[in-house]
């Protein structure tokens, strides 16, 4: 008989982090398919808090995590999820002397990869994946604020792990190579579970079949992205005036208004709504609150 | 069930597996590689950083330099030179500690910890793999200690290297790094590992001071040993095997205290604690082993060589001129036989009386880093030979010694200093050719008023003496000496650079200021004697540098033709001269002054 | 569409000065203190022990003791001089240089300071032992080329692409240059003594800290890459 089994790889119940007096995360339940899934939130969130505790950099002060049926609190079973893992931190400091390959190199021995022609496979696979393999030889220092980035997704990749955490993965990156991120996202072997968090919504869009909405340390979105934007049908329109009754305007490049509110006016010209807008919405609301 | 959208079909036996007994997902395991795997890959990598640093090629180039500068004018005495590469080791170890600090520290410098946490391999394991990185400072310790080594030999070294001692150095090395380490898992900024490396230099450059008898506990002594005047090895002087053993403890140390600052379970640290327990024991054992005074028996047969060097030395003989050296300076013979054999070359009867060129070697006993453990009394009696032997060759009353003394470690390894040597040997054998008296014993009115008068040796000047110049010829053409180490000269005759000093040369009841020539090798120690050595006048040296612009052959057949009447106090430069055919060279009068040491003339 | 105009005015060329009343503030509190003092305090503390030993050995201090005392103190020096931020410091009216220069001077008195203590301990311990204190002002010079021959190399240092490591590579850097100052002939005859007369190495080590401070305000002005280049084109004829 088969069965197809659905249950969460990831999977965090009642997370709570605070920094002094300020709650970074606030009772934070989700949980994690294989697939991509896009965390989405302002500044101050809590997304990078959250990412940190699933990679099991940091710990909670309150909740539980499991990966892959693994405790973090637990110093063995720690070990087992760093296995599976690879974490692009959003602050990623570089050994600015190492070469490209050295790096990885480096970084695949601290992945355990110790068979060296098994690791300088892996350095080539990731190198051809992010498409930095004419640098290989090229300090760090003397690369691009890119291409540097590019250099810690592929760090991340080695090894082939099953649970990609990447915190601001696109930041850096030019539309073209962007397009090509989500390229190499797809194209994962072994179906990962992946979590990225990013400010682009047309990344969430293009790219995540899930997004997780953060705000103020609390989860206040979780679905596919057209059920985020569907949040906000019905209350976007555009006008060649900026209407005072709307939560959000904005202007665009064609010189009209575009407006997120409660309630459009009689006769505003309604346009279908975004993630951005469903993202707006929700941000704006919980701002309201 | 049915498949949720997007999730993956699993067969029944997969799907049980896959759920563990919370119920949540669980995947299949992950080979996990051995610990020790990832160790040796990772130490791999840390070694070539390590190996490849510019910081330790520095350190390298430093430690060969400052070797160089303390040995290259040196006797090459093993004994000595194997603890003095040590001295480059520091250096070196300096640099080493340094890249290892900023190693040890790099992942938190450069904001990366956060990075590092998320891998499967633990800091503990990081730490050890630098520690085992540190064989990559192994090559640069030991093309130091080969390069070193390699000159040494070339120089025709003296006695065999120590392998404890250059072990020792090695391990300082090491040691120097795993202190990094230890600096750098709880400091990471580099002003850390400065002041770590300057500790180790100021330990190591001050270590002869708060205690003599300790002075090998520091990690390196820089000073404060007696090793290049000794007639031979001295076992446990210094102690080298315990020293090397101290310091593999030191090492081990330093990687425990570096282990346990990254170790988190309590299982880790309790074995790091008895690791570190046993280090410690280590290091207690070797400095106890550091501390036990020299056998007595070894010091006193020291004492014996140096007070009684006949005993203990080879002596071989040919025509009147006997060398007398320790055991093991046998290959010293030909550099010393050279200018001697080309002094009597020339020289058409030898004296009858024979000269000695004999070895002695100077021992300070007072000093505790020699002597500490053995008793006041014991410590004095040896003084008092040592000093009573001392005194003999500085000269005696009674019977003034004939022989030429050569300091052990004194005699120069190669360079303008060989050359000096060469020609001071050189001047000591012509003026025993010629009969020049070693010194004079002059009579002095007597301190007290009325008193009868005192008996004091002196040397004495051969002032305008032919006998003198023809000593200094002899020596010219045995040695050719440059005319920079002559004292300059400008090659024209005249006396600019030419080094001078003044003296009173009592002649009859008056006093002659005369101008002293500053021979080559007379500021040094690798001759002296005979006796208290005659001076040499600069019209002596004038009239010398003027017959070497004759042929030899002329000048041999001239002194042949009346070498008795030349051995005569009473023949003149003047007379030389005219007997060569030569101008007699002006010398400017001496100017009297008050100060100027009073000399007699030689006589007979 | 509306069009925004640019704001147009004068401004002198020197109005950044009036931003540097609360610049000072901040310079003070990115000052990095604690490596300064504590390489003033290690410096000045193992003197202290070797004063003790000397003088219940009774034996003179040198001046290579103090010298020696003085090594961490000019070594945690190459830390104070950089420029943070820079790329972003480059294109303020507020010149780049305005936070290294200030963080030099605030290091100035407590080296100062330091050398002061540093030259009293040995002094205590000459007056007991030799009866009378040392002449300083040589080592005084001495000291203060060395700190500028540091000051020089960290400024270069975070000119070049070694920027990050900063003083860990600015301290061998000048180490380096001072030991070959030392020992190469030509040099030793003008800084050290003897053969230098105390008169002769007093002018050679003020020349030689004046040249490090002209060179020194080079390398932290905007014009640096200039000049680097143009080094780079020579070298490489």
Redesign the interface.
């Known amino acids: 008989?088969?069965?197809?089994?659905?249950?969460?790889?990831v999977?965090a119940d009642g997370l709570s982090r605070r920094y002094g007096a300020t709650a970074a995360l606030d009772g934070v339940d989700l949980a994690l398919?294989?697939?991509i899934t896009g965390l989405l939130g302002p500044n101050g969130a809590g997304k990078t808090t959250l990412l940190?505790i699933l990679?099991?950099?940091n710990e909670p002060d309150a909740g539980r995590v499991?990966v892959?049926?693994f405790d973090p609190r637990d110093?063995a079973e720690r070990?087992?999820i760093?296995?599976?893992?690879g974490?692009l931190?959003q602050?990623?400091?570089?050994?600015?002397h190492f070469t490209v390959a050295?790096f990885l190199?480096?970084?695949a021995?601290?992945?355990?990869?110790?068979d060296?022609r098994r690791?300088a496979e892996e350095v080539a696979r990731v190198l051809a994946a992010v498409s930095l393999e004419p640098r290989a030889r090229t300090r760090i220092?003397a690369l691009s604020g890119g291409m540097r980035q590019r250099l810690g997704i592929a760090?991340a990749l080695l090894g082939t792990p099953?649970l990609l955490i990447l915190d601001e993965p696109t930041a850096g990156l030019d539309p073209e190579q962007r397009l090509r991120f989500r390229e190499l996202l797809s194209e994962l072997p072994a179906?990962p579970v992946i979590v990225l968090s990013t400010h682009q919504a047309d990344d969430i869009a293009a790219i995540c079949?899930k997004v997780i909405v953060l705000l103020g340390g609390r989860v206040r979105f979780a679905g596919t992205p057209a059920e985020l934007a569907a949040t906000a049908a019905g209350q976007v329109w555009t006008a060649a005036e900026r209407d005072p009754g709307a939560h959000l305007s904005w202007r665009g490049g064609d010189?009209r208004w575009r407006h997120i509110g409660d309630s459009p006016p009689a006769g505003a010209e309604l346009v279908a709504s975004t993630v951005e807008d469903g993202y707006l919405l929700l941000s704006d609301a919980a701002g309201a609150r | 069930?049915?498949?949720?959208a997007?999730?993956?079909?699993?067969?029944?036996a997969q799907?049980a597996a896959?759920?563990?007994d919370?119920?949540?997902?669980?995947?299949a395991g992950?080979p996990?590689?051995?610990r020790l795997?990832?160790v040796?890959?990772?130490a791999r990598?840390e070694a070539t950083l390590l190996a490849r640093s510019l910081l330790v090629l520095a350190g390298l180039l430093a430690g060969v330099a400052v070797i160089w500068l303390a040995i290259r004018s040196a006797e090459p005495l093993w004994w000595s030179v194997g603890w003095r590469i040590g001295l480059g080791q520091v250096l070196l170890g300096m640099t080493v500690l340094v890249v290892a600090q900023l190693a040890a520290g790099?992942a938190r410098r450069?904001?990366?910890t956060?990075?590092?946490?998320?891998?499967?391999?633990?800091a503990g394991t990081?730490t050890l793999a630098q520690l085992a990185g540190l064989v990559g400072a192994v090559p640069a310790s030991l093309v130091l200690i080969g390069a070193v080594a390699t000159v040494v030999q070339l120089s025709g070294a003296i006695g065999t290297a120590s392998i404890a001692t250059l072990a020792a150095g090695l391990l300082l090395v090491i040691a120097a790094g795993a202190t990094g380490i230890a600096v750098g898992t709880r400091f990471s900024h580099p002003l850390a590992g400065m002041l770590a490396a300057l500790v180790l230099f100021a330990t190591s450059d001050n270590s002869h001071l708060p205690w003599a008898a300790g002075l090998w506990l520091y990690p390196w002594a820089s000073y404060g040993d007696q090793l290049s005047s000794l007639p031979g090895p001295l076992a446990g002087y210094p102690p080298a095997g315990a020293h090397a053993l101290e310091l593999a403890g030191l090492a081990a140390l330093a990687g425990v205290v570096s282990l346990a600052v990254t170790a988190?379970?309590a299982r880790a640290r309790g074995r790091l604690a008895v690791a570190g327990i046993v280090a410690l024991a280590v290091i207690c054992v070797a400095g106890a082993l550091q501390l036990r005074p020299i056998p007595t028996a070894d010091l006193n047969h020291l004492v014996s060589e140096v007070t009684d060097p006949a005993s203990a030395q080879h002596c071989t003989s040919a025509s009147r001129i006997r060398y007398c050296l320790y055991p093991g300076f046998g290959s010293q013979l030909p550099s010393l036989e050279a200018p001697v054999q080309a002094v009597l070359a020339h020289v058409p009867t030898r004296p009858t009386r024979p000269l000695t060129f004999r070895q002695v070697a100077g021992l300070y006993l007072p000093d505790s880093t020699l002597t500490h453990g053995h008793p006041y009394r014991q410590v004095s009696e040896w003084d008092v030979r040592v000093q009573r032997a001392q005194a003999n060759i500085l000269g005696n009353f009674a019977a003034p010694s004939t022989d030429v003394y050569l300091p052990v470690g004194s005699w120069p390894a190669r360079g303008g200093e060989l050359a000096d040597a060469r020609f001071d040997l050189a001047l000591a054998a012509a003026e025993w050719a010629v009969r020049i008296p070693s010194q004079t014993i002059a009579s002095l009115p007597s301190e007290a008023s009325g008193g009868p008068s005192r008996q004091v040796p002196l040397a004495c000047v051969p002032l305008d003496q032919a006998r003198e110049a023809i000593a200094i010829w002899l020596a010219i053409v045995a040695t050719h000496p440059s005319a920079g180490a002559l004292g300059g000269g400008d090659g024209r005759g005249g006396l600019r650079g030419v080094k001078v000093s003044l003296a009173e040369v009592t002649v009859g009841a008056s006093h002659v200021a005369t101008e002293i020539w500053a021979y080559p090798g007379s500021t040094t120690t690798a001759v002296s004697g005979p006796g208290l050595a005659p001076q040499t006048t600069v019209a002596g040296y004038l009239l010398a540098r003027a017959m070497t612009s004759l042929p030899e052959q002329k000048v041999d057949r001239v002194l042949t033709a009346g070498w008795p009447r030349w051995l005569n106090w009473h023949s003149t430069d003047a007379q030389l001269a005219a007997t060569l055919g030569i101008p007699m060279p002006g010398v400017p009068a001496g100017l009297s002054q008050q100060g100027n040491p009073v000399e007699p003339v030689c006589t007979a | 569409?509306t069009h925004h105009s640019v704001r147009r005015g004068f401004r002198s060329r020197l109005s950044w000065l009036r931003a540097m009343p609360l610049l000072a503030r901040l310079v003070t509190r990115t000052m990095p203190w604690v490596p300064l003092i504590t390489g003033c305090l290690a410096g000045s503390c193992y003197l202290a022990v070797m004063a003790r030993i000397a003088s219940s050995s009774h034996w003179p201090l040198g001046s290579g003791y103090v010298r020696e005392a003085f090594i961490p103190a000019v070594g945690a020096l190459a830390f104070v001089v950089r420029a943070p931020f820079r790329p972003l410091t480059q294109v303020t009216p507020v010149p780049a240089w305005v936070t290294p220069v200030g963080h030099v001077l605030l290091a100035t008195p407590i080296l100062a300071a330091t050398c002061w203590l540093q030259l009293r301990i040995a002094a205590h311990n000459a007056t007991l032992i030799l009866g009378h204190p040392p002449a300083n002002y040589p080592l005084i010079a001495q000291l203060t080329g060395w700190c500028a021959v540091t000051v020089v190399a960290a400024a270069c240092v975070d000119r070049s692409?070694y920027a990050?490591l900063g003083g860990a590579t600015a301290v061998p850097v000048s180490a380096a240059a001072i030991a070959l100052a030392w020992y190469v002939p030509i040099t030793h005859k003008l800084l050290a003594e003897p053969p230098a007369t105390p008169r002769g190495l007093t002018i050679a080590w003020y020349t030689v800290a004046t040249a490090a401070l002209v060179l020194t305000s080079a390398a932290v002005g905007d014009s640096w890459h200039r000049y680097a280049r143009s080094l780079g084109r020579l070298l490489s004829r």
Do not use: C
């Open positions: 008989m088969t069965v197809n089994v659905s249950t969460a790889a999977r398919e294989r697939g940190s990679a099991t950099v499991s892959f049926g110093a070990v087992e760093r296995r599976r893992l974490y931190p602050e990623l400091g570089y050994h600015r050295g190199d480096y970084v021995i601290l992945k355990e990869i110790t060296r690791r220092r760090q099953d179906d079949p010189g | 069930m049915t498949a949720a997007g999730g993956p079909a699993l067969d029944a799907a896959a759920v563990g919370d119920g949540q997902a669980r995947i992950r996990s590689a051995s795997h990832t040796l890959g990772l990598v790099r450069n904001g990366m956060g990075l590092y946490a998320s891998f499967p391999t633990t990081r988190r379970r | 569409m692409r990050d």
